[in-house]
């Protein structure tokens, strides 16, 4: 059950007409969801023709426009463009008078929180950052995941009100994020969601490898388990060789990944020394199995045979100098 408490409609954002200056995953999806809540978009732009294409599928009638003139048209206007692009985006869109007064002038970044946007307050816009903690599709689907979906929200004090409700009504539930604290917000969904995509394409590849036929359908009910025992238990969660002190199966492992998939060796033991310190740390790696295991572990480089390859000298691979 939801526990979003629903604000008094008095504290609601009138109805709005909303614009949306990148058409990438994220902009059609918000602007569609505020849609659902009775807003009107009004004006999108997109520069490639696949951004074009999503916003013509996620928002019907809507006409693409140039950025300039999405901030004509909307009352609530959504920047879903990278970050790295955002702050150069502000500046010009306030140099070159786009920006209104009174305007509601929305980011989407999980990086910044609503300095980035001073440019425009200073021409009279009204600065919300609202980030929501969701991987996007590009597709329909995404109005349907923003249901209970986490926003990272940033804003002046006389702007939460106005923030909370747009989360809400995009189906989500605020979490105030301080400004000074979105950069290490950011780092650590990036850890979490960005990551755990690159280790479970990885896991698959390794099981294809292996001769397995339909790795999604091996690893979704243990990684659906996995990922359930952990937000439940957090370090209690560690199972596996790395936490039991399994020295020997750790050192198969990496000589099997040197040979077959030599370009995952260096995340398996930075993952693995990682989980180590962290079962070490919570009593789950008994101090005298850790020894051998965090040996293993720092070894720069395993030959075929599971011996150090070194030769005295530097590797490649592994532990950190």
């Known amino acids: 059950m939801s526990t979003v408490q629903h604000p008094d409609p008095s504290d609601r954002p009138a109805r709005l007409t909303v614009g949306v200056v990148g058409a990438g995953r994220v902009g059609p999806a918000l602007a569609a969801s505020l849609q659902l809540a009775g807003h009107r978009p009004v004006a999108v732009s997109g520069v490639s023709d ?88 590009g597709t329909p689907v995404d109005v349907q995941r923003l249901a209970g979906c986490s926003f990272g929200v940033t804003a002046p004090e006389e702007l939460r009100l106005a923030a909370q409700a747009l989360v809400i009504e995009m189906g989500g539930e605020p979490e105030w994020i301080l400004e000074e604290n979105r950069p290490l917000y950011h780092a650590a969904l990036a850890l979490g969601a960005n990551h755990l995509v ?50 020997g199966t750790v050192a198969a492992h990496v000589t099997e990944l040197r040979r077959h998939a030599p370009q995952a060796v260096d995340g398996y033991l930075a993952m693995a020394r990682a989980t180590a310190d962290r079962a070490l740390a919570h009593g789950l790696l008994k101090p005298e199995l ?32």
């Open 50 to 137: 696949t951004s074009r294409r999503r916003a013509e599928a996620m928002l019907p009638d809507v006409p693409l426009v140039p950025p300039a003139e999405v901030l004509q048209r909307a009352d609530l206007v959504l920047l879903t463009v990278p970050d790295d692009a955002l702050p150069g985006l502000v500046t010009g869109l306030a140099e070159t008078g786009a920006v209104r007064p009174g305007q509601l002038l929305v980011h989407t970044s999980g990086r910044y929180g609503a300095r980035v946007l001073d440019p425009a307050l200073r021409a009279g816009a009204l600065p919300l950052a609202l980030h929501p903690a969701m991987t996007f599709t």
């Open 198 to 247: 690159t280790l479970v394409a990885q896991a698959m590849e390794l099981l294809r490898a292996a001769g397995v036929e339909s790795p999604d359908r091996m690893l979704g009910p243990l990684l659906g388990a996995a990922l359930d025992n952990a937000l439940r238990s957090g370090d209690a969660a560690l199972t596996g060789p790395v936490a039991r002190g399994d020295a």
């Open 290 to 321: 850790a020894e051998d295991l965090l040996g293993v572990l720092a070894n720069r480089a395993v030959d075929a045979n599971g011996t150090d390859g070194t030769d005295g000298t530097e590797g490649t691979e592994g532990n950190a100098r």
